[in-house]
T-cell receptor, first 111, second 113 residues
Framework: EDQVTQSPEALRLQEGESSSLNCSYT??????LFWYRQDPGKGPEFLFT???AGEEKEKERLKATLTKKESFLHITAPKPEDSATYLC????????????FGGGTRLMVKP | KAGVTQTPRYLIKTRGQQVTLSCSPI?????VSWYQQTPGQGLQFLFE???????NKGNFPGRFSGRQFSNSRSEMNVSTLELGDSALYLC????????????FGPGTRLTVL
């Protein structure tokens, strides 16, 4: 059974204080690993897709990396508007478009 | 380019009733997936439709069903509602054959009293 575990569950940062969110996964034949951002009361917003170990992708203050067992979302010099829940999900090669999600990390950035 | 739209956005029902939720995918997207999001269980996959056929189904009871129309719009139905069905129901669409990104709608907030 595919499993995704995210840590920490919640993270408080001061504005400008860089940190990393972790996503550990077990999946039978990884097809893709996805990062989403979700604001309260809204649907998840797509951030990145990673396909193979060693791959990295960047967008503004966010950088996602992937190994064979985990992915990291690095946040550099965060701003209050980066406050949100960050979700990690995996797609197995034999599961169509089904995504298995982790529980998320709730990030709060204080000015 | 319009995103995924879901209607209604909010719904209040009582136990035992049934409900139908609607999802219109991004134009050109033929794959639609449904997810249930609750504080305790997080985001859980319900089912996926492609070209009017159910391709995949999650571990939910038969009270949860869905369908897809020829224009790719999808509906999901929950019969005999229970209190535990209170959740945010999210729809995601994907352009099959292109990248793997799935784009989510704003969700329908269902409250069962």
């Amino acid at each position: 059974e595919d499993q995704v575990t995210q840590s920490p569950e919640a993270l408080r940062l001061q504005e400008g204080e860089s940190s990393s969110l972790n996503c550990s996964y077990t999946v039978s034949g990884l097809r893709g690993l996805f990062w989403y951002r979700q604001d309260p009361g809204k649907g998840p917003e797509f951030l990145f897709t990673l396909y193979s170990a060693g791959e990295e992708k960047e967008k503004e203050r966010l950088k996602a990396t992937l190994t064979k067992k985990e992915s990291f979302l690095h946040i550099t010099a965060p701003k209050p508007e980066d406050s949100a829940t960050y979700l990690c999900a995996v797609q197995a090669g034999n599961a169509g478009n089904m995504l298995t999600f982790g529980g998320g990390t709730r990030l709060m950035v204080k000015p | 380019k319009a995103g995924v739209t879901q209607t209604p956005r909010y719904l209040i029902k009582t136990r035992g009733q049934q409900v139908t939720l609607s999802c219109s995918p991004i134009s050109g997207h033929r794959s639609v997936s449904w997810y249930q999001q609750t504080p305790g269980q997080g985001l859980q996959f319900l089912f996926e439709y492609f070209s009017e056929t159910q391709r995949n189904k999650g571990n939910f009871p038969g009270r949860f069903s869905g369908r897809q129309f020829s224009n790719s719009r999808s509906e999901m139905n929950v019969s005999t509602l229970e209190l535990g069905d209170s959740a945010l129901y999210l729809c995601a669409s994907r352009k099959q054959g292109a990248s793997d990104e799935q784009f989510f709608g704003p969700g329908t907030r269902l409250t069962v009293l």
